[in-house]
């Protein structure tokens, strides 16, 4: 059925009266929030290698195939993309991540400018009746990119003010729909090619950071609210309709350490709550900068708001959910990979050649593999990251993956008319990936 907005509430045809799924469901009025959407793509090597099989772009056989800053900064400039490398942002991710081959730098591109105001004024355009916009205070885009692996990563940070769930629902699936508008100047930029909605994986992570609700500790306010939360979780504008039971059932899968912070997961989405507001976040705050000082420990206190931080950054959130994005996506490369090798007809395979072309692979893709899904080793971090790659189902990815090996294995052995041993290397390399990923 098709919904409409009526004075800020949700009504489907003419049966439901105005106001009827407000007594079902309690609105509450967003002071402070922020949404980032987190992109991810490869660079491919600038030059044609024969039989992809078993080699993946992002993986480069050399030191020289790594991705220069100079490389990066060229193609920006070439397409009037504005970048800052020292911005706070780019600083901050560049920290908390430690890694020497990561780039990241804050971008500006007039087309995710365009792209902003084309999402209000289709807002507008649904609550027309209403005289009201979206309070967008600021957007931020940065770019980082895993220079050894050739793994670009778009962070767009909307930050919002005195905004509800409907505003925030409506951009994600704006976003959904459109992205490819808001990053395709950039892909086109770094890749050299037309962007292709299936070569780009996206995630996104919500951040809760103060309601106007006497009640602002995020477990409590789960509990008061959790059909809307559901609905931001899950992107569903229908949340008024949703059964309490179903909401507080998605709900469940959810990581929190302090009073004043919580995160619920649920497929590639994520939902965060930092309520600086609290006076618990305040003492919190003062007592880690004592303790850090009294030890003698580096600190770098950021300015706390939306217009500095993106979304999740501060306490682990955005990055434990860009490792579990770039994993997922690694994994769905690689079933790509072996999944257009079971199409090629089998009288066109030329065995020797891909048995050697697989055998000077295979440990790399390995390595970059655990490379990549290496933890931090900071226990709490360690269990959010469990949290967020159940909720991603990356268990039943790896097995996907691992029944199509077993379908390449059977292509080859019918093809030579013997089992290569190479195969029960592969399946223990497999097993080994099992360990790190789901211990």
Same mark, same amino acid.
């Given at each position: /059925?098709? %919904?409409?907005?009526?004075?800020?509430?949700?009504?489907?045809?003419?049966?439901?009266?105005?106001?009827?799924? /407000?007594?079902?469901?309690?609105?509450?009025?967003?002071?402070?929030?922020?949404?980032?959407?987190? *992109?991810?793509?490869?660079?491919?090597?600038?030059?044609?290698? %024969?039989?992809?099989?078993?080699?993946?772009?992002?993986?480069?056989?050399?030191?020289?195939?790594?991705?220069? &800053?100079?490389?990066?900064?060229?193609?920006?400039?070439?397409?009037?993309?504005?970048?800052?490398?020292?911005?706070?942002? =780019? $600083?901050?991710?560049?920290?908390?991540?430690?890694?020497?081959?990561?780039?990241?730098?804050?971008? !500006?591109?007039?087309?995710?400018?365009?792209? /902003?105001?084309?999402?209000?004024?289709?807002?507008?355009?649904?609550?027309?009746?209403?005289?009201? %916009?979206?309070?967008?205070?600021?957007?931020?885009?940065?770019?980082?990119?895993?220079?050894?692996?050739?793994?670009?990563?778009?962070?767009?940070?909307?930050?919002?003010?005195?905004?509800?769930?409907?505003?925030?629902?409506?951009? $994600?699936?704006?976003?959904?729909?459109?992205?490819? *508008?808001?990053?395709? *100047?950039?892909?086109?930029?770094?890749?050299?090619?037309?962007?292709?909605?299936?070569?780009?994986?996206?995630?996104?992570?919500?951040?809760?950071?103060?309601?106007?609700? &006497?009640?602002? +500790?995020?477990?409590?306010? +789960?509990?008061?609210?959790?059909?809307?939360?559901?609905?931001?979780?899950?992107?569903?504008?229908?949340?008024?309709?949703?059964?309490?039971?179903?909401?507080?059932?998605?709900?469940?899968?959810?990581?929190?350490?302090?009073?004043?912070?919580?995160?619920?997961?649920?497929?590639?989405?994520?939902?965060?709550?930092?309520?600086?507001?609290?006076? !618990?976040?305040?003492? #919190?705050?003062?007592?880690?900068?004592?303790?850090?000082? #009294?030890?003698?420990?580096?600190?770098?206190?950021?300015?706390?708001?939306?217009?500095?931080?993106? #979304?999740?950054?501060?306490?682990?959130?955005?990055?434990?959910?860009?490792?579990?994005?770039?994993?997922?996506?690694?994994?769905? &490369?690689?079933?790509?990979?072996?999944?257009?090798?079971?199409?090629?007809?089998? =009288?066109?395979?030329?065995?020797?050649?891909?048995?050697?072309?697989?055998?000077?692979?295979? *440990?790399?893709?390995?390595?970059?593999? &655990?490379?990549?899904?290496?933890?931090?080793?900071?226990?709490?971090?360690?269990?959010?990251?469990?949290?967020?790659?159940?909720? /991603?189902?990356?268990?039943?990815?790896?097995?996907?993956?691992?029944?199509?090996?077993? $379908?390449?294995?059977?292509?080859?052995?019918?093809?030579?008319?013997?089992?290569?041993?190479?195969?029960?290397? +592969?399946?223990?390399?497999?097993?080994?990936?099992?360990?790190?990923?789901?211990?």
């Amino acid at each position: /059925m098709r %919904e409409q907005f009526i004075n800020g509430k949700i009504s489907i045809g003419k049966r439901v009266k105005r106001g009827a799924y /407000m007594q079902k469901s309690k609105s509450l009025p967003i002071t402070e929030a922020r949404l980032c959407f987190i *992109n991810i793509f490869t660079i491919p090597i600038p030059f044609y290698r %024969e039989g992809s099989l078993f080699h993946l772009d992002f993986l480069p056989s050399s030191p020289s195939e790594h991705i220069s &800053e100079a490389i990066i900064r060229s193609s920006l400039d070439r397409n009037g993309i504005y970048y800052e490398r020292d911005h706070l942002i =780019a $600083q901050e991710i560049t920290r908390k991540t430690d890694d020497p081959n990561r780039y990241s730098c804050w971008i !500006c591109d007039h087309s995710i400018e365009k792209w /902003m105001e084309n999402a209000v004024y289709a807002y507008k355009s649904l609550i027309k009746k209403e005289n009201k %916009e979206m309070k967008i205070e600021k957007t931020d885009t940065v770019l980082s990119v895993l220079k050894n692996q050739r793994i670009a990563i778009v962070f767009l940070n909307i930050s919002l003010e005195n905004t509800n769930a409907d505003e925030l629902i409506f951009i $994600q699936q704006y976003y959904s729909a459109h992205r490819m *508008n808001a990053v395709s *100047n950039i892909y086109r930029a770094l890749t050299g090619n037309e962007p292709i909605k299936d070569k780009i994986y996206y995630s996104v992570i919500c951040e809760i950071l103060d309601v106007d609700d &006497e009640q602002k +500790v995020p477990a409590k306010l +789960v509990t008061k609210y959790p059909q809307l939360f559901y609905g931001i979780l899950t992107s569903d504008e229908g949340w008024r309709n949703v059964p309490e039971s179903c909401a507080e059932n998605r709900l469940r899968n959810c990581w929190s350490t302090r009073e004043y912070l919580r995160v619920h997961a649920l497929g590639k989405r994520v939902l965060s709550f930092k309520m600086h507001h609290l006076d !618990c976040f305040a003492k #919190a705050q003062e007592y880690e900068l004592n303790f850090k000082t #009294a030890i003698g420990a580096e600190r770098h206190p950021m300015k706390e708001g939306p217009s500095v931080t993106l #979304a999740g950054l501060d306490h682990g959130p955005l990055l434990v959910l860009e490792l579990a994005s770039k994993t997922y996506y690694l994994l769905r &490369e690689v079933h790509k990979q072996f999944t257009n090798f079971l199409l090629i007809d089998p =009288a066109l395979i030329k065995l020797p050649r891909m048995l050697w072309l697989y055998w000077g692979n295979h *440990n790399r893709i390995y390595s970059n593999i &655990e490379r990549l899904i290496s933890q931090d080793g900071i226990a709490e971090l360690d269990s959010l990251n469990s949290t967020i790659r159940t909720s /991603m189902h990356l268990p039943e990815e790896y097995e996907r993956l691992k029944a199509k090996l077993n $379908q390449v294995e059977k292509t080859f052995s019918s093809k030579s008319g013997m089992v290569f041993s190479f195969f029960a290397i +592969v399946l223990s390399l497999f097993s080994l990936m099992k360990i790190f990923i789901f211990k």
